[in-house]
C-alpha cells in the first residue's frame, strides 16, 4: 500500500493531542440543567412525610447497630461559640453550589478531557440521587427528636429552609444520600487528579469541612454520607476520561544526498 495514503501508527514516544474543548452554549445548558434538576427533581418526592420520618428512625437504628459514631458529638463540638456554629450554618448555605460551578468552569477552560468526566459523574451521581429520594424519602437528623440533635440553622442562622410544611423550594426529606458531600467529594478528587501541585491533597479539606458541617449542624446522617462516597465510587468506576486522540504523522521521506548518491555509486 502506498505509504502517504496509509495513516502512520502513534508511537509511544508521540505526544497526544489535548480533548478538544466541547462547545460553550452546549455545556452552559447541560451543567445549568444539571442544577435545576438537582433543585426542582427533589421537589418530587414531596408529600411522603410519615414515610419520611419512619425512614429516619429506621436509619437511626441502623446506625446504632453499625456502632457509628453519634452525630451529636459532632454538634457538641459546634456548640462550642456562636462564632464557630454560624460558620458551619454559612458554610452550608454558602459553598455547595458556587464551589462546584466553580471546579466545572475551571476543569472546561484548562483540563477539558477532566472535565468532561467530571461532568458526566456529577451527572450520574445526581441522577441516581434523585432516584433513590424517590424510593427513599428520609427526614434528617434534626427534625427526628429521638437524636436529640438541634437544627442549627434555625437557631443560629442562616438557614435555607423554611418550614417544611410552607418550603416549596426544596424537599426537606431527602437526606439520603448527601449530595452535599458527593458533589464535594468529586471537587476534590478531580483536583488532584487533574493537578501535578504538591498541595493538591489540601483539596481533601473541602470534602472534610463538608462532612463536618452536614452532620454537626443535623441535616445528614453518617449513612447519608457513606451512601453518597458509594455512589461517587461506582460512577468514577463505570465513567472513563475520554480518549485523547493522537496526531498521526506520515512517514518522513528523506531523499538521498549527492555525496551520499556518489558512494551507492562507487561501490557498484
Not at 7 to 26: C, G, S
Not at 27 to 53: C, D, I, P, S
Not at 233 to 248: F, K, M
Request: glycine share 6%.
Amino acid at each position: 500500500m502506498n505509504a502517504r495514503s496509509e495513516p502512520a501508527q502513534a508511537r509511544p514516544d508521540e505526544p497526544a493531542r489535548p480533548v478538544a474543548r466541547p462547545p460553550l452554549v452546549r455545556e452552559l445548558l447541560l451543567v445549568a440543567g444539571l442544577f435545576l434538576a438537582y433543585k426542582f427533581g427533589r421537589q418530587l418526592a414531596t408529600g411522603h412525610t410519615a414515610e419520611a420520618f419512619r425512614n429516619a428512625h429506621h436509619v437511626w437504628d441502623w446506625e446504632r447497630a453499625l456502632r457509628l459514631p453519634d452525630e451529636g458529638t459532632v454538634q457538641s463540638l459546634l456548640l462550642q461559640g456562636d462564632t464557630l456554629i454560624h460558620a458551619a450554618n454559612t458554610y452550608y448555605a454558602t459553598v455547595h453550589f458556587p464551589a462546584t460551578a466553580a471546579f466545572l468552569v475551571w476543569l472546561y477552560l484548562r483540563r477539558p478531557g477532566h472535565y468532561v468526566r467530571a461532568r458526566r459523574v456529577l451527572a450520574a451521581v445526581t441522577g441516581a440521587a434523585l432516584a433513590l429520594h424517590l424510593l427513599f424519602p428520609l427526614a434528617p437528623p434534626r427534625m427526628l427528636a429521638a437524636t436529640g440533635l438541634i437544627d442549627t440553622a434555625r437557631i443560629y442562622g442562616p438557614s435555607v429552609y423554611g418550614p417544611p410544611s410552607t418550603d416549596q423550594l426544596s424537599n426537606q426529606f431527602a437526606a439520603m444520600p448527601s449530595l452535599h458531600f458527593g458533589w464535594a467529594l468529586m471537587v476534590a478528587i478531580g483536583l488532584i487528579v487533574a493537578t501535578r501541585s504538591r498541595l493538591r491533597w489540601l483539596w481533601l479539606l473541602h470534602p472534610l469541612l463538608t462532612l463536618l458541617v452536614i452532620v454537626g449542624t443535623a441535616n445528614h446522617y453518617w449513612l447519608d454520607v457513606i451512601v453518597a462516597a458509594a455512589m461517587l465510587g461506582l460512577a468514577l468506576a463505570v465513567v472513563r476520561l475520554p480518549r485523547c486522540t493522537v496526531t498521526l504523522r506520515r512517514p518522513e521521506v528523506r531523499r538521498p544526498t549527492a555525496e551520499q548518491r556518489d558512494l551507492v555509486g562507487a561501490g557498484r
